[in-house]
């Protein structure tokens, strides 16, 4: 995610994206705009969010007959405090298992796992 709330492809413009890249990015996009909502309503600020979501393909290289088997999306998110850390996680799994309109679609097309990791900034104490 940006400093305007936004999320844009790592290590690529989005116009050098085939159209399977492009559905990929379109789900991460959903899922990062559907959570950073669920932020906002639970008065939560992450220190940072990042999403990775890739796909395993039926070939090994892309041609038109290439369909996905599976999918796994990754959030990365760092917060301020441990107490903050079950809210995030909160707020990220509903996003991935329940309101998410694209995830709930790539569903259809194949299997979704996801992994969440969050890291408090919070200084231990001894």
């Not at 979501?53 to 990754?74: N, Y």
């Not at 959030?75 to 996003?95: D, I, K, P």
């Not at 329940?98 to 200084?123: D, F, Q």
């Amino acid at each position: 995610m940006n400093q305007e709330g936004s999320f844009e492809p790592v290590g690529y413009k989005l116009k050098e994206l085939n159209p399977k890249a492009m559905l990929l990015f379109a789900t991460a996009s959903c899922a990062g705009l559907t959570a950073v909502s669920l932020f906002r309503k639970m008065q939560l600020r992450p220190k940072s969010f990042e999403i990775s979501l890739s796909g395993t393909t039926s070939t090994e290289t892309t041609v038109a007959e290439t369909l996905f088997t599976a999918f796994d999306i990754v959030y990365n998110l760092e917060c301020g405090t441990m107490e903050e850390q079950a809210r995030f996680s909160h707020a990220l799994n509903l996003t991935n298992d329940k309101l998410c309109g694209m995830l709930i679609m790539m569903r259809r097309i194949a299997p979704v796992t996801y992994n969440i990791y969050i890291h408090s900034t919070e200084a231990v104490e001894n």
